[in-house]
């Protein structure tokens, strides 16, 4: 039984680029949130998916940042016109639902280093 | 902003229990405690829940106050691999339901 599955591990950008973080949750599980951590941080929640809608994202920056979780495929954190600032580790969760007693489950994360 | 406050560090000696604390003073009646914890820049990994009474699993114990205002996560025999910052959590409610507010934890260190 797999579990939260991110691809890549590591990425690096140059500013200006544009970065592409997936997420495979959970099997059964159709609920993904994401996470920033900036070193020597705790978790920053971002957005919160479900197939197809966008649930929450009032941790989600303004802009460049958006999420997307298609019907089929893994979900996608993308950000436009990377910038140094942007550097951290982008974790992924998913829970099988969404009440209160629904546990998350994390990925390994991807770090991203913007040069 | 977190609603849980935790120590900054702990030092554990390998093979006692290592006893976590949390205040929680604000926590409302229907709202779970989670515990996690993150080794070495990991994805932080699930440990347990409870809302009012004790629950015990594998990994570790966690002890609620009658009060819920605070809980101790006990891990019984602390090994070497368990260094690592422990995130305790309270489930925040809002329109949407859930999120978790990541605090900055406490690193625990578990020493030979």
């Known amino acids: 039984n797999a579990g939260v599955m991110q691809n890549p591990r590591h990425l690096v950008r140059r500013r200006g680029q544009e970065a592409r973080l997936r997420c495979s949750p959970m099997k059964g599980h159709s609920h993904v949130y994401w996470y920033r951590q900036l070193p020597e941080e705790g978790l920053k929640f971002m957005v919160y998916l479900q197939k197809e809608n966008i649930i929450d994202e009032s941790g989600m920056p303004k802009e460049r940042f958006s999420a997307e979780f298609p019907k089929e495929g893994p979900s996608i954190l993308r950000i436009q016109q990377v910038v140094r600032g942007d550097s951290a580790a982008y974790f992924c969760?998913?829970?099988?639902?969404?009440?209160?007693?629904?546990?998350?489950?994390f990925g390994p994360g991807t770090r991203l280093l913007v040069l | 902003d977190a609603k849980t406050t935790q120590p900054t560090s702990m030092d554990c000696a390998e093979g006692r229990a290592a006893n976590l604390p949390c205040n929680h003073s604000?926590?409302?009646?229907?709202?779970?405690v989670y515990w996690y914890r993150q080794i070495h820049s990991q994805g932080p990994q699930y440990i347990i829940h409870?809302?009012?009474n004790n629950e015990t699993n594998e990994m570790a114990s966690l002890i609620i106050t009658e009060d819920r205002k605070s809980s101790t996560l006990i891990l019984p025999h602390a090994t070497l691999r368990d260094t690592a910052v422990y995130y305790c959590i309270v489930r925040v409610r809002d329109n949407y339901g859930q999120n978790f507010v990541f605090g900055p934890g406490t690193r625990l260190s578990v020493l030979p």
């Open positions: 604000t926590i409302s009646g229907n709202e779970y």
């Open positions: 969760a998913s829970s099988l639902g969404a009440d209160d007693q629904e546990t998350q489950y």
């Open positions: 409870g809302l009012k």
